[in-house]
């Protein structure tokens, strides 16, 4: 039985599970697959790991101004809020998108960003075919690692979703290219990838997995900046300074942006205009209600602004009525999406490209290298025993060592720490 509360739109093949599953015994027909498949992704072991993962200040950075600078899990649960937003203005079912939001990051590593570099400069280096990238180790989460449900023939079948949820969580619908660093999927994960992109256009992402995209940017953009002001690492004003400006859209366009660089200028010009954004530049923080208030108003309504602009567009373009799949693409003006690169650009230049930043990244990336060569020396005795069957069925040291990386991807930063002092430092002596 349907859900009462599905949203219109979507056929049973987008419904359909890869594992057949024994029909639910509670909850009658209250939910539907989606609801549910939601809600798997949502008690995760993998969800509840993000806790432990950095977002941009990481724990301990700027603690005494910020306090609780946001995590990976934070940034998600934003992101699936923002989503399901946007889902329930376009038409498409929000539990798919929620879910998606909640989902988008759980194949990142610890440190971020630059655990993953560390990952897979160690899988090109060590013949762990198409090295290592989140959004592919997303999938691998979802499909395989995350124990929920076996498939007929034995083998693990992750959280068994739906295809619709699974098509949703896919950012980058294609293997590893030669010169695109971004890809959605390893070799040994080709058939679920083309069981649930049967019917689908080659590359093109559903519309789901687009406004999930969008919202990831406009979380990423306002909330990681907001803590980066909270921590002292960033003032708007910076926006004011030629020089300053001009360095931003420079960064901009060269990592955010296909627009140019004097367009991004522009666009800086007519953000920093913007009331809230000009009453917090020519503000200093100082941590007091007023200026916490003032904060917040900012982050508030930048967020509705990119929103508002993309469900806008989308729907001016693609008219009214329920918009889900591939019956759409979002539409996101010019100027919102310079802003929004804009913002990432700050908080790049000015948090994450600091000195003493990237001299703790770099350690960071040597302590993930020697950990995974330590593990794979002993294992399987040095992995989890949620991994040991992986590693007693693979195929060749290929396989074996992606068993390895899967092992140290699924580690928060503490346990990074942990982990190293336990298989590295205590060896060594």
Known sequence: MASRRETSGYVPHDRARRSPEPPKDAGGGRRGPFSRDRARVLHSA???????KTQVVGPGEGAEVSGVPRTRLTHSLEVAQIGREMA?????????????GLAHDIGHPPFGHNGERALDEFGAGSGVAAGFEGNAQT???????????????????????????????????????PGQVKY???????????????????????????????????????????????AGRIKLRVLAHPDERAA???????????????????????????PVVAALASAEPDGSPGAQVALKRLTSELVGRFTTAAVTGTREKFGEGPLVRYGANLCVPEQVAAEVALLKALALRYVMSDRRRLAMQEG????????????????PESLDPLFVPAWNAAADDAGLLRVVVDQVASLTDAQAHAWYSWHVTRHHR
Not at 208 to 216: F, H, L, R, T
Not at 370 to 379: D, F, G, K, N, S
Request: aromatic share 6%.
């Open 88 to 100: 329930e203005e376009l038409g498409c079912d929000p539990d798919v998108v929620d879910l998606a």
């Open 364 to 379: 960071q990336r040597e302590l993930l290298a020697e950990l995974v060569h330590a593990l794979a020396r002993r294992a």
């Open 184 to 230: 959605g999927v390893y070799g040994d994960d080709a058939g679920v990838f083309e069981w649930f992109r049967a019917g689908a256009p080659e590359g093109q992402r559903c519309l789901e997995a687009q406004i999930m995209d969008w919202a990831d940017d406009v979380a990423y953009s306002v909330h990681d900046v907001e803590d980066g002001v909270l």
């Open 139 to 177: 999938l691998r989460i979802l499909t395989r690692l995350e124990p929920k449900l076996l498939s007929a023939e034995g083998d693990p079948a992750g959280l068994n979703l739906t295809r619709a949820c699974l098509d949703a969580t896919t950012k980058y619908p294609w293997p590893r290219r």
């Open 248 to 274: 931003v859209a420079e960064a901009a366009a060269k990592h955010f942006s296909a627009q140019s660089v004097s367009t991004l200028e522009d666009a800086a010009v007519e953000l920093l205009a913007l």
């Open 46 to 52: 993998a969800l509840r790991r993000l806790a432990g």
